[in-house]
């Protein structure tokens, strides 16, 4: 995308600064604003827009009319404090992704609905049916960022179906008034961790994120189920001689099936782009804002994004899309208005992640009881509070 724009515009230059999946995007981030190198406009999660909002440039209609093609809610979402900071540029969504060529195998074809899953129960009964049939059940992925930044935050977002419910939550153990280890939500949502470590396609070696290769064994067949989300897809095309037809399973947290959380998948608007204004120039700012325009709302622009199976919230994107199949069970899902609000996930920071989520690493491996997790999420949060 980068290569064509400066087809376009010879007169930018536009230098990418990866980080993959899970890779440190919040480390690199403190160290490239420490050294007075920040990024002219960045890719990131709605807790960075937070942390570092004072060096935001706010999005106007005067700098980036182009934002008038956003969806209202894609607006709302990226606006901190009354200001539009952030541009969104994907829906995403996650839960139990299920291969549904072995799922078929297993069940007969067209004998499973997703929907049937709306219980604990429910889960250990289809996964039972899984590993009779050969296959191991579901996989975990070892990194903090997948236990801590998504598994753990269902139990904040399924508090209620308002982000402050969420936030009050969080709020609540930070000041001390509650432990989390007493709210059921959390001990039933760690229930079904167990399940799922139980029956886990990595337990053997737990600890060993590597995304490809856990990508590469979902894709495969190798096993029926991986909490994971749609961005899973970008990984998958560069594969060869995969499964292509996936869907969307809830991750109960107890045996009501009127639960909210038990037959709802995430989805959320989870990274803006954002331009630096304290340590870009006015001239950086400014290519900036026409390069994001390009990338958002211009049709070969976005067709960059579109071609890597991103739902864009923008009401300019072509109407003759077929997506693929995880972003279309999560549409499914948005349609029955079964989804769960990850509006909380604005306060769950990449050191929320990396520090929560080595806790959930260390219950995952066995090193600490669920009783030492909870103690510890609680210190950790009550950590943020001082």
């Known amino acids: ?199 886990n396609y990595n337990k053997a070696d737990p600890l060993v994120a590597d995304f490809n290769r856990d990508a590469q064994a979902f894709a495969e067949g190798k096993c029926a189920t991986f909490f994971m989300g749609d961005w899973l897809w970008t990984t998958l095309v560069t594969m060869e001689n995969i499964d292509t037809e996936y869907g969307f399973i809830p991750v109960p947290w107890s045996n009501d099936p009127n639960a909210y959380g038990n037959s709802e998948v995430v989805m959320v608007l989870p990274k803006f782009q954002c331009i630096n204004k304290s340590q870009s120039t006015a001239e950086q700012q400014e290519a900036a804002l026409k390069a994001l325009g390009w990338m958002l709302t211009d049709p070969e622009g976005q067709q960059f994004f579109l071609d890597q199976g991103f739902y864009m919230p923008y009401k300019n994107v072509r109407k003759d899309i077929t997506y693929n199949s995880m972003t279309t069970s999560i549409a499914e899902y948005a349609q029955r208005g079964k989804t769960i609000n990850l509006g909380v996930f604005s306060y769950i920071s990449g050191d929320v992640w990396t520090e929560t989520g080595n806790l959930m690493l260390k219950y995952l491996a066995g090193a600490i009881t669920r009783e030492e997790l909870a103690k510890g999420i609680n210190e950790y949060w009550r950590s943020t509070n001082k």
């Open 1 to 199: 995308m980068f290569k064509r724009y400066n087809e376009l515009n010879p007169d930018v230059v536009i230098e990418l600064i990866p980080t993959g999946i899970g890779e440190g995007q919040q480390e690199k981030l403190q160290s490239l604003y420490a050294s007075g190198n920040a990024p002219t406009f960045m890719n990131v999660d709605p807790a960075n827009v937070i942390e570092y909002q004072d060096h935001l440039l706010e999005f106007t209609e005067e700098n980036a009319p182009w934002l008038s093609y956003a969806e209202e809610d894609a607006i709302a979402s990226g606006t901190f404090d009354g200001k539009i900071l952030g541009a969104p540029w994907s829906v995403q969504g996650y839960g139990l992704l299920y291969n549904k060529r072995v799922v078929d195998e297993i069940f007969g074809e067209g004998n499973f609905d997703p929907k049937s899953i709306n219980t604990r129960d429910a889960l250990e009964a289809f996964f039972k049916k899984c590993e009779e049939a050969g296959v191991p059940a579901t996989m975990l992925h070892g990194a903090n960022w997948s236990l801590g930044g998504h598994y753990l935050t269902l139990v904040y977002a399924v508090q209620g179906r308002k982000t402050e419910d969420g936030v009050n939550f969080i709020e609540k153990i930070k000041s001390g008034e509650i432990d989390i280890a007493d709210d059921p939500i959390f001990q039933g949502y760690m229930d079904t961790f167990d399940l799922l470590a139980k029956y």
